[in-house]
């Protein structure tokens, strides 16, 4: 028995495969009906649907987008720009604070020459502590002895002026004033001091004969002063 569909329309010839006899096979009859109701069948072709993933769908269940490169570089300028920012800043803040300092140290250094200068900055170094001379004479506190010369008593004072400024100065009289308990002067005098060269310390050497007895405190200045 031929395979179905073997003989095809016109017929052919086939052989036994046991006897090897050959005869002429016929076309194999085909129902008409059957063939007209094999052309009128149709095929359903379902198209072929692609599904593409809706980016905010995934980001609304927590998925994260990745970066593109653009905003990865942008990122990293922007991350640049604010350490170059902060350097910047930095070096500001440390240059006016270095400024501030090498001004202070000059200030405190070269205090009495300022004050020599612009007087009233000596009011301002005294609310700092800062002691200063105005004028740029520094009196020395003074040593007092009381001695007896031909039977009286005599009062000896000795001091010294420093003069603080880098030019000779002519320093004014020296005045000695004598207090009693109460504060009251009891005696004056004043002695001439002359010029003191600049960086110079000059002595200077007084008496007073019979000085009051109740003149206990010694006070002293410039006559200006």
């Known amino acids: 028995m031929a395979k179905e569909g073997s003989i095809g329309p016109n017929g052919r010839t086939v052989r036994c495969a046991k006897c090897e006899t050959t005869w002429f096979a016929a076309a194999e009859t085909v129902d008409p009906d059957a063939l007209a109701l094999e052309d009128n069948q149709t095929v359903l072709i379902e198209p072929e649907i692609e599904i593409t993933p809706d980016p905010q769908a995934e980001l609304a269940f927590g998925d994260v987008a990745p970066a593109g490169a653009h905003i990865a570089l942008r990122d990293r300028a922007d991350a640049e720009k604010l350490k170059r920012r902060k350097r910047v800043i930095f070096l500001i803040w440390a240059v006016t604070i270095a400024i501030l300092i090498a001004a202070a140290i000059l200030a405190f250094v070269k205090r009495q020459d300022i004050v020599n200068r612009t007087p009233i900055a000596a009011s301002v170094y005294q609310s700092l502590g800062i002691p200063v001379k105005?004028?740029?004479?520094?009196?020395?506190?003074?040593e007092t002895e009381t001695l007896l010369v031909e039977g009286e008593p005599v009062l000896f004072v000795k001091t010294s002026i420093k003069n603080l400024t880098g030019d000779t100065k002519l320093a004014s009289y020296l005045?000695?004033?004598?207090?009693?308990?109460?504060?009251?002067?009891?005696?004056?005098?004043?002695?001439?001091?002359?010029?003191?060269?600049?960086?110079?310390?000059?002595?200077?050497?007084?008496?007073?004969?019979n000085p009051p007895i109740d003149g206990v405190q010694l006070s002293y200045g410039f006559a200006e002063e």
Not at 134 to 142: C, M, R
Not at 175 to 191: D, I, K, P, Q
């Open 175 to 209: 005045g000695f004033r004598l207090h009693n308990r109460s504060g009251e002067a009891v005696a004056e005098w004043y002695v001439e001091t002359g010029t003191i060269a600049a960086g110079d310390v000059k002595t200077v050497e007084t008496r007073y004969p």
């Open 134 to 142: 105005q004028g740029g004479l520094d009196i020395a506190s003074p």
